[in-house]
């Protein structure tokens, strides 16, 4: 059983403990009428251009990964990052209506759509709502190249529409090889091997697919690079990327490490915030903005190195990284939600 556990949020005045256990926590599901935009340009240093647009038809995700960036949102929204974030989702019934109204004026200038990035577009609750699905569905009414980043098989239920669009690439999120590696940081996830199982299939039916190793956190899952990318190409993936483990804000620090601190070992848990602390320079934080998605030390250029032998030994195409003159120190993040 999981008990409410949510760090202070930072945008509150006031904040409660609960004397003695705190409560379980149960799965709500919000519907939000007001919602104005779907379309979200942000910044992403690792991603070709250095800009992204995305779509989120939820707030909040049930997978629950532990280092999920995406759980400082459910703070602006006054939840907490903690559990609230993992079982108060928020679903944006209009958004298939909201991205037409949006695309008829931007359809021009609009490059690419990503479809994740607040959460996992093939939560369980789409397989009811079908918002993703809808959005695709316009996606391929105005031909905008897609690209959809998941943790979940359910994403193949829509081969049929990916086949229609400009463009597609569906990446599944992908750091762990094995489900006892995966289950402290990912513990309500599809296993890796029915992400991989899901892989195969949308490959098989002529999707292009990736595998993203994100995050890479340090002294825990390097040595599983090798073999994450020799089971994505045996499931026929083409593309590949890696990045660091990030930790954006104090709750998510928080929340990450009593998490660890509950499912590890104390000699794994030391051994990672040991190794984390020497690529971010003593804390678990990265300074600046660039340095978000990489280490400083020689050990993350043996772990970039690892990465880009066996890419380029199996073949994957990989992101091209935006130059020093595109990525602009402090990013500017036009519009959240
Ligand atoms: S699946 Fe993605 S959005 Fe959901 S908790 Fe995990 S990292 Fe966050």
Redesign the pocket.
């Known amino acids: 059983m999981r008990h409410v556990t949510n760090p202070p949020n930072p945008y509150d005045r006031y904040s409660a403990e609960y004397i003695g256990e705190p409560p379980p926590t149960k799965l709500e599901v919000f519907e939000e009428t007001a919602t104005k935009k779907v379309i979200t340009k942000a910044f992403a240093s690792d991603w070709e251009g250095g800009w992204r647009y995305t779509v989120n038809c939820y707030r909040g ?5 532990t ?5 400082q949102y459910h703070e602006y929204i006054g939840y907490g990052a903690g559990t609230d ?2 079982t108060k989702i928020v679903v944006k019934p209009n958004a298939p209506h909201l991205l037409r109204e949006e695309l008829k004026k931007t359809r021009d200038k609009m490059p690419h759509l990503d479809f ?5 577009p093939y ?1 369980p609750l789409e397989a009811e709502y079908q918002l993703t699905r809808k959005c695709l569905e316009v996606c391929v009414d105005f031909q905008i190249p897609v690209a959809v ?4 098989p359910l994403v193949t239920r829509d081969i049929d529409v990916f086949k229609r669009l400009k463009k597609i690439s569906v990446f599944f ?1 992908l750091p762990f090889l094995t489900k006892e590696r995966s289950n402290p940081f ?1 513990p309500y ?1 599809p296993v890796p091997e029915a992400r991989f199982r899901a892989m195969k299939t949308l490959s098989d039916a002529g999707i292009q697919t990736g595998i993203g190793i994100a995050p890479v956190i340090p002294g825990y899952n390097e040595s599983d690079i090798p073999g994450l990318l020799e089971r994505a190409k045996e499931s026929g993936a083409t593309r590949a990327f890696m990045s660091m483990l990030h930790i954006d804000t104090d709750s998510i620090e928080e929340f990450f490490v009593a998490k660890m601190n509950e499912r590890l070992p104390a000699t794994r848990v030391a051994k990672i915030m040991n190794t984390m602390k020497r690529e971010r320079g003593g804390s678990l934080r990265h300074r600046t903005y660039r340095e978000r998605m990489t280490g400083r030390t020689e050990q993350w250029d043996v772990t970039e190195k690892l990465f880009d032998f066996h890419a380029r030994r199996l073949g994957f195409r990989q992101h091209e990284k935006p130059t020093e003159a595109e990525a602009p120190e402090v990013p500017t993040q036009q519009s959240l939600f």
Not at 61 to 65: D, R
Not at 67 to 71: K, L, M, S, T
Request: aromatic letters at 16%; hydrophobic letters at 30%.
């Open positions: 995700c049930v997978h629950g990964c280092y999920c960036f995406a759980r974030f993992e994740s990035f607040a959460t996992d939560l980043i998941t943790k979940s999120s990912e996830t």
